[in-house]
């Protein structure tokens, strides 16, 4: 059974920086699919980055150029590098893969809460 567990989240002033760490354990094939979600308070979840079925990166629209997602297969950890941080950005972040219209593909982890306030 893969298991899930986030880390990095914190307390950061705006125009700080964060990473947040995905440390994926069990039976995984690839870490293609896996992305970084997060739901806001009174918001559902979004998606913030993922990397594609070919291994390519996708970001929201909000975070383009302000976040970076990364991975290192031989650890099977995703990375998500916050950069600019706002008090929009706000938020529970999750990991996880999503498989198109079938859903999301593992249980969800407890998140780490990222908070940007002055």
């Known amino acids: 059974q893969v298991q899930l567990v986030e880390s990095g989240g914190g307390l950061v002033q705006p125009g700080g920086s964060l990473r947040l760490s995905c440390a994926v354990s069990?039976?995984?094939?690839?870490?293609?699919?896996m992305g970084w979600y997060r739901q806001a308070p009174g918001n559902q979840r979004e998606m913030v980055a993922t990397f594609t079925s070919g291994g390519s990166t996708n970001y929201a629209d909000s975070v383009k150029g302000q976040f970076t997602i990364s991975r290192d297969n031989a650890i099977n950890t995703v990375y998500l590098q916050m950069n600019s941080l706002k008090p929009e950005d706000t938020a529970v972040y999750y990991c996880?893969?999503?498989?198109?219209?079938?859903?999301?593909?593992?249980?969800w982890g407890q998140g780490t809460q990222v908070t940007v306030s002055s």
């Open positions: 996880n893969a999503l498989l198109g219209t079938l859903g999301f593909l593992y249980s």
């Open positions: 069990g039976n995984i094939f690839s870490l293609n699919r």
